[in-house]
């Protein structure tokens, strides 16, 4: 065993952090990640481990606490601030033990250099959200903590709040913290963050406890569930009493371990996407990955297709129906799923852009009756009924089931899996000159160790070129059914 796990075991027992004898923790190679693994073989339900909250580093625990409420700070700002400050008091920081286990930075595309970005994730779903992340946060260190420096109430040492260790702390926050209650937020938990994902594999989940206390003034024992984007949230109480002191988080076994074998927690059902952005990693075949296609794609091939005047008429008909995409800052898209299933309201605005003139016409004079219904399933089946001479008997196909693939079914008429063909291959574009099998060549030839970012981006442009292929496979196959 490192000196480092050595050093940061004594620092567990000291902040009376409880770890079972049967948890092996061990380190991948010298001076990288470290891991989780089961000395013996572990039940549904055995604890173990114990992690009282005053142990976990949060803006409530940290000495940057008055710095951060006077500056009125919040979120993962307030905590990346609370991370660099206890960072900068080196050995005197109460988290001195934990710290030094972490490394400076985790290998998110946050901190890769621009011409990384550029080269590794062009076409990506990746590829604008990194660049957006790098300026928004640099707004926020400008704003927020660039004048802690020079006139907040701590003096504060420019090396350790500078912006690359702003960045850096960033990735931790995204890859390590955990959201643990109402009063303390999101914080850094020590032994909890070194438990390592795997897609449908938690063996180990974490619950609230309430330490023995002599104090009468117990909150109520009320659980519940908290939600965190960057890592997966503990059930805890909702109402920690002030400085959270009498309360622990458990670690519970949820999935046998066998003896030997890695125990793996869970950051949720998360696609490669998420994976590499937030913590700096990729999964082969990942059944969560998803591909967007965004509308200004979809209006660019319907204004190059027939004209931008129909284009509009025909957007803001399908918006007057209540349809809309996803939407992410400034942009707003439609998902494709792992088979290459398109989202529902991508072929509602496909099939009323490729509606012929008269067709159209007669559908905006139909309007009231479409607006008037509230449910996805009524708006297609009333959408057909009006729009096809032949409605009635297309909506034989359902047999009554108001099943998301039925109603898809009747929208899939030869136009609309055109478009779908040519969408695909305008969304292929941005990939570049080279084909998936290029990309699946270098992926094999690469080493996920030595070439990690390469590797990772590799993986990452596969799973969604292979979304792509699976996109036209739907398209093709659904229009050879419409011929029979």
């Not at 104090?215 to 109480?237: C, F, G, K, L």
């Not at 794609?297 to 209540?322: A, D, E, G, H």
């Not at 809309?324 to 529902?344: A, H, K, M, R, V």
């Amino acid at each position: 065993m490192s000196r480092r796990l050595r050093s940061f075991k004594r620092w567990m027992r000291s902040h009376g952090i409880e770890c079972s004898d049967a948890l092996e923790l061990a380190e991948e190679a010298p001076g990288r990640g470290v891991f989780v693994a089961a000395l013996c073989g572990l039940k549904e339900g055995d604890l173990v481990a114990t992690i009282p909250k005053s142990a976990c580093l949060t803006t409530r625990t940290s000495g940057a606490r008055p710095l951060i409420e006077g500056a009125a700070l919040g979120g993962c700002l307030a905590l990346a601030v609370a991370l660099m400050y206890e960072r900068s008091l080196g050995p005197g920081s109460p988290w001195y033990g934990y710290l030094r286990l972490l490394p400076d930075r985790e290998c998110v595309p946050l901190v890769w250099s621009a011409s990384e970005v550029e080269e590794l994730l062009a076409g990506t779903e990746l590829d604008k959200t990194v660049k957006e992340d790098k300026a928004c946060l640099y707004e926020d260190w400008k704003e927020s903590i660039e004048p802690l420096i020079h006139t907040g109430p701590l003096k504060l040492d420019p090396h350790y709040f500078g912006l690359e260790q702003y960045f850096s702390a960033k990735t931790l926050i995204s890859s390590r913290s955990f959201e643990i209650d109402s009063y303390h937020g999101s914080g850094m938990v020590p032994l909890a963050d070194l438990f390592n994902h795997k897609t449908g594999a938690e063996n180990v989940h974490f619950t609230n406890a309430a330490l023995p206390s002599d104090s009468d003034d117990e909150s109520a024992d009320n659980i519940s569930d908290a939600s965190s984007s960057s890592r997966p949230s503990m059930e805890v109480n909702s109402n920690s009493p002030a400085g959270g002191k009498d309360e622990a988080l458990e670690m519970i076994v949820v999935r046998e371990v066998d003896a030997g074998a890695e125990v793996f927690n869970t950051y949720g059902l998360v696609g490669n996407a998420a994976l590499l952005h937030r913590y700096g990693f990729t999964e082969l075949d990942n059944p969560f990955d998803i591909i967007n296609i965004d509308l200004a794609l979809v209006t660019k091939w319907s204004s190059y297709k027939f004209s931008n005047r129909r284009t509009r008429s025909r957007l803001s008909t399908w918006r007057k129906l209540n349809y809309s995409g996803c939407t992410s800052q400034d942009s707003e898209y439609f998902e494709i799923s792992y088979n290459g299933e398109p989202q529902l309201e991508l072929l509602v605005l496909l099939y009323i852009i490729t509606l012929v003139e008269s067709t159209f016409e007669k559908l905006k004079m139909m309007m009231d009756t479409l607006e008037s219904t509230y449910d996805c399933f009524s708006s297609v089946v009333e959408l057909i009924k009006i729009t096809r001479s032949n409605g009635c008997k297309d909506l034989k196909i359902i047999n009554g089931q108001k099943e998301p693939e039925d109603l898809k079914k009747l929208l899939l008429t030869e136009s609309v899996c055109c478009a779908l063909l040519a969408l695909a291959d305008s969304r292929e574009s941005l990939y570049g000159s080279n084909s998936l099998e290029d990309d699946l060549k270098k992926l094999s030839n690469c080493c996920c160790i030595s070439e990690r970012k390469l590797y990772h981006s590799l993986v990452l442009r596969v799973s969604e070129r292979k979304i792509l292929r699976r996109l036209r496979a739907y398209a093709t196959r659904s229009s050879k059914k419409r011929k029979l």
